[in-house]
């Protein structure tokens, strides 16, 4: 998919860049993304937007994967971007991204974040809670602005991968429910903040979605409500945002909709709850991360030991594992892999893909056909792009892999691989001396 290929050499290309190449350049792990595919992402998103005359922003969920030159790309690419740390929003501002378009959301941002985000004059808060209601209130009294907020909201309903079930009881972290009542009662307390200007509400249902069934529940909820809220307050949203969630596809398991198709059936769903109920048309917004992002990316590894159990299991070790890929020991994630340096080979054996961490789970897939691995071979597991980076680790002390962004032949490295030095800057060696 995207631009990888087989070359000449019988290796895996990816942006016109062989990776057995890339791999003698930059060594491994590596994180090696295809910026064209993530460039078509964002475009099909826009104009899927476009088509529909609805007024809208795509705020790229940056949790998925964030480094400056990400922030770049999605800011190139005309999008609004979702910061949920004061870490990701740093590196949205210092990346240069516009603040008028960061959207900042969290179940529980310190006052410290708070201050940061208001003195650098984000385009909306996603406030969470009353507790941050409140405080959020007094911060921007204080400095005589009024800030931009939406509520975040649980309208009862949970997406899961494959089913999605409707709850009345709203047991969740996130928002303020509708169904307990906190979402109309965090409507008309913003509403009488002096200091906060409520630009709509927010939901968001879940990840690694496939159908629409979810989308379309939570607009009928959301529409019900906002009609009991203009009912009561006379109040009506300017912004409807619906969130991300929008699935991809791992291995053949996985059946997303195109991105147009989630679009249509969003927007279809707003125009038919709103019409009926002589609202005034919302602007949409939506926050996809993995979508955009996810099957871009592709990890390459290095083969070393192989551990042949007759009868049992043979294990395939690579140089990484838990720590730049942490979803199948977290969520039992699938994925699927290649000999990168031996793509016109046949699979002639079953393995198990081990990394290298002291700890059994840290397994990157099980049981999968393969050409028969030599130590030295690259390893290439794909889809990695969303979430993999993002929540890698040092566990083990292991440094965190390189990214590459490639595009038409040419690579550009957008985060070093980390250093030894890198993991000892914060560590102290003790003097001996007790200070008090
Ligand atoms: N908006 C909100 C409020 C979210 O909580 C999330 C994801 C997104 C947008 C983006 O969702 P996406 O389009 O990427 O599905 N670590 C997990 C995924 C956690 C998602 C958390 N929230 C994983 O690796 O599958």
Redesign the pocket.
């Known amino acids: 998919h995207g631009t990888s290929r087989v070359n000449e050499r019988g290796h895996l290309e990816i942006g016109g860049c062989d990776t057995a190449d890339l791999v003698r350049t930059y060594g491994t792990p590596l994180y090696v993304y295809d910026e064209t595919l993530i460039r078509e992402k964002c475009q099909t998103y826009v104009k899927a937007f476009e088509e529909t005359g609805f007024r809208f922003q795509v705020a790229y ?1 940056s ?2 994967f964030m480094c400056m030159a990400m922030c770049r790309l999605v800011a190139e690419e005309n999008m609004s971007l ?1 910061v949920v740390s004061g870490g990701e929003l740093y590196t949205a501002l210092t990346a240069g991204f516009p603040a008028a378009r960061i959207h900042f ?1 969290g179940n529980n941002k310190t006052e410290d974040e708070l201050v940061m985000a208001l003195d650098a004059g984000i385009g909306c808060f ?1 406030v969470d809670n009353f507790y941050e209601l409140e405080i959020l209130n007094d911060l921007a009294r204080e400095r005589g602005v009024i800030v931009p907020i939406m509520l ?1 909201l649980t309208p009862g309903i949970e997406a899961h991968t494959h089913e999605y079930i409707s709850t009345g009881q709203d047991d969740s972290k996130f928002g303020f429910g509708v169904a307990t009542g906190q979402a109309l009662a965090a409507v008309k307390r913003a509403l009488d903040k002096e200091s906060v200007h409520l630009l709509g509400i ?1 939901s ?1 249902i879940g ?2 979605i496939f159908d629409t069934v979810g989308f379309v529940g939570a607009v009928e909820v959301l529409g019900a409500f906002l009609e009991q809220v203009r009912t009561e307050t006379g109040y009506e949203v300017e912004v409807l945002n619906l ?4 699935g991809i596809r791992y291995t053949e398991e996985d059946t997303p909709l195109p991105v147009d198709e989630y679009v249509k059936v969003i927007t279809d769903e707003v125009r038919r709850q709103f019409s009926a109920r002589a609202y005034r048309m919302p602007e949409i917004w939506i ?5 955009i992002v996810g099957d871009a990316g592709t990890t390459l590894y290095t083969v070393g030991s192989i551990k042949d159990i007759p009868g049992i299991r043979k294990y395939v070790a690579v140089d990484g594992g838990m720590t730049d890929n942490i ?1 199948p020991a977290l ?1 039992q ?1 699938k994925y699927e892999a290649a000999l990168a340096n031996r793509m016109n080979e046949q699979p002639a054996e079953t393995v198990s893909i081990a990394g290298k961490c002291c700890e059994s789970g840290d397994m990157l897939i099980w049981d999968y056909m393969l050409p028969e691995a030599k130590p030295g071979d690259i390893l290439a597991i794909s889809c990695t792009g ?2 993999g980076y993002s ?1 890698a680790n040092n566990y083990n002390r292991i440094r965190r892999p390189a990214v590459v962004f490639v595009k038409d032949g040419g690579a550009e490295v957008v985060v070093e691989r980390e250093t030894y030095d890198d993991l000892i800057r914060n560590d102290r060696l003790r003097a001996g001396v007790i200070q008090r």
């Open positions: 969920a949790k998925a979702d959301h996603v975040r927010h968001h990840s690694q969130g991300g969630g929008f926050e996809p991360g993995r979508s979803r969520y994630a969303a979430y929540m």
